[in-house]
């Protein structure tokens, strides 16, 4: 009984024992299977967190670089900026130097031109100072001869009509006995007396004429000269 007891335990020792060590080598290959699993799962971590550290180094080195780009841009856009502003200072200063110089070569064109003018004005105020005083001088010699012509006129024609008065009183005289002779003398001398009248008028009417054309020759020159020299003040105003 004793003995059936122990071999009925033994057995069943035996059968537990076996599935326990299969149960056991199963486990361990599962875990040794997990353990691979796990092992390549944290070699894949490991290389994707190199993987990340690389990416994220790379992009901090290139936001590094871009920012440095960046600040290289903006220091040289600084140094051209500044360039351009010195060099339109420089023009400024180029032009405003050049206009000065300018306008002083405009100011002495301007006194000279004044000069050449005040010369001009001068020297024909000279020229028609000294015409119209030689013009004033025909006039007057003009105005003289006229009056001694007329007056020589006058003369001869009262001395012809002395001579007609005395020849016609003659002719009268003698004519007492021819009646009919007395016509053709007296039409003779006063066609002469007449024709000499027309004569010394044409004389005088050209003389007239002459004086005229000098008077208005004379006015026409003062008329300029005093044009010249109201110019002459117009420049004056517009230069002072």
Do not use: W
Not at 60 to 83: A, C, F, P, T, Y
Not at 136 to 159: P, Y
Not at 168 to 195: E, F, G, N, W
Request: charged share 40%; aromatic share 4%.
């Amino acid at each position: 009984m004793n003995q059936s007891n122990k071999g009925c335990m033994k057995k069943i020792g035996n059968v537990n024992l076996d599935k326990l060590m299969n149960d056991f080598s199963q486990i361990e290959k599962k875990m040794i299977e997990i353990s691979g699993k796990n092992n390549i799962l944290d070699m894949q971590l490991e290389k994707a967190n190199c993987l990340l550290k690389v990416m994220q180094t790379k992009e901090v080195s290139i936001k590094e670089g871009e920012n440095e780009q960046l600040k290289r841009n903006s220091d040289l856009m600084k140094e051209k900026l500044k360039s351009h502003e010195q060099e339109y200072k420089n023009n400024i200063a180029k032009l405003m130097n050049e206009m000065k110089i300018k306008e002083e070569g405009h100011k002495i064109e301007i006194t000279k031109l004044y000069q050449d003018i005040q010369k001009k004005v001068e020297l024909n105020e000279e020229k028609n100072k000294e015409l119209i005083e030689k013009k004033e001088m025909e006039i007057s010699e003009l105005n003289a001869k006229l009056r001694t012509q007329e007056k020589e006129k006058q003369n001869e024609i009262v001395k012809l009509q002395l001579e007609f008065d005395a020849k016609l009183a003659r002719v009268q005289t003698k004519s007492k006995s021819y009646p009919d002779s007395t016509v053709l003398p007296h039409s003779i001398y006063r066609r002469k007396l007449q024709h000499l009248q027309e004569e010394k008028n044409k004389e005088i009417a050209i003389l007239r004429n002459t004086i005229h054309d000098l008077e208005q020759r004379l006015s026409v020159s003062k008329d300029s000269h005093l044009k010249l020299v109201g110019k002459e003040s117009h420049f004056k105003r517009r230069r002072f």
